[in-house]
């Protein structure tokens, strides 16, 4: 993991991802986060609906992987990455890029995810 505390956040959230891991998923969120994914929807906020939504993407057998360097400004990370999903119905490949919103102790407190139907494909 790196000593830059937002690029070790998104590396545990990649890991995260990939290892179906609701504590280091927690963990990187503050209890009142907000989540808008995809950017658009209808946000979701707080610990108990963050868990609701990851525990659909763990169910659906999700992978990630990181597509590009993160970048930092200000108190945001943003970064490229794919998520591949396996519903039963075949493989769908997901193109998207993310942003987080840290508070002052490195939690984020806002993830907003931005990709569309052009950013999918089926296998």
Do not use: C
């Not at 610990?47 to 992987?65: C, K, M, T």
């Not at 396996?86 to 840290?102: A, L, Y």
């Not at 995810?113 to 296998?123: D, K, R, S």
């Amino acid at each position: 993991m790196s000593k830059n505390p937002k690029l070790a956040a998104v590396e545990q959230y990649i890991a995260a991802l990939n290892n179906g891991d609701m504590t280091a998923i927690t963990d990187l969120y503050a209890d009142d986060a907000t989540i808008e994914d995809p950017v658009g929807s209808e946000p979701i906020q707080g610990q108990d609906a963050i868990i609701r939504f990851y525990e659909v993407a763990f169910s659906s057998g999700i992978s990630a992987r990181l597509e590009g360097p993160v970048r930092f400004a200000a108190n945001h990370a943003v970064f490229p990455f794919v998520v591949e999903l396996n519903p039963g119905n075949g493989e769908m490949r997901i193109e998207v890029i993310d942003q987080f919103t840290f508070n002052d102790d490195n939690k984020v407190i806002a993830m907003k995810a931005f990709w569309g139907e052009q950013n999918m494909t089926t296998a």
